[in-house]
C-alpha cells in the first residue's frame, strides 16, 4: 500500500514540475493543481496509512491510542482541498482576463516565433 502511495506522489509531484515549467499559463495552472494533490496526498500519508481503523472511539470503550487512525492530518487535507480549490478558481479568473488584455496565453505575455 506504502508503494503505490509513493509512486502515485512521485507522479503527481513529476507531471506537476514538468507542467510548471511549460510556457502556456493553462498548462502551468494545472501543474499548480498536480502539485497540490501530491502534497495533500502526502499530508494524508503521514497520518500512517491504516486501513479499517476507528478515527474516534466509540461511547464508553477505552482503546489504544497506536490503533486509531489521526483525524490531524484527516483535517489538514480536507482544509487544503477547500483552499486549492478556491486557489485554482482565482487563476482561471487571473488567466481568462491576462488573455483578454494580451491576446495570447504565453506566461510572460508574449507568443514566441
Known amino acids: 500500500m506504502e508503494l503505490i502511495v509513493t509512486l502515485a506522489i512521485a507522479a503527481l509531484t513529476g507531471s506537476g514540475v514538468w507542467l510548471l ?3 502556456r499559463t493553462f498548462q502551468v495552472i494545472i501543474g499548480l ?3 497540490s494533490y501530491a502534497v495533500n496526498l502526502f499530508i494524508f500519508s503521514m497520518g500512517r ?4 481503523a476507528a478515527a474516534v ?3 464508553g470503550q ?5 490503533q486509531l487512525a489521526d483525524p490531524l492530518p484527516q ?3 480536507l482544509t487544503a482541498i477547500v483552499i486549492g480549490f478556491a486557489t485554482t478558481a482565482l487563476f482561471l479568473v487571473v488567466l481568462l482576463a491576462s488573455r483578454g488584455l494580451t491576446g495570447t496565453d504565453h506566461v510572460d505575455g508574449r507568443d514566441h516565433e
Not at 62 to 66: E, K, L, M, Q, S
Open 62 to 66: 477505552a482503546g489504544d491510542p497506536a
Open 21 to 23: 515549467l511549460r510556457p
Open 57 to 59: 472511539l466509540e461511547k
Open 33 to 35: 493543481a498536480l502539485l
Open 49 to 52: 496509512l491504516r486501513v479499517g
Open 75 to 77: 483535517a489538514l487535507v
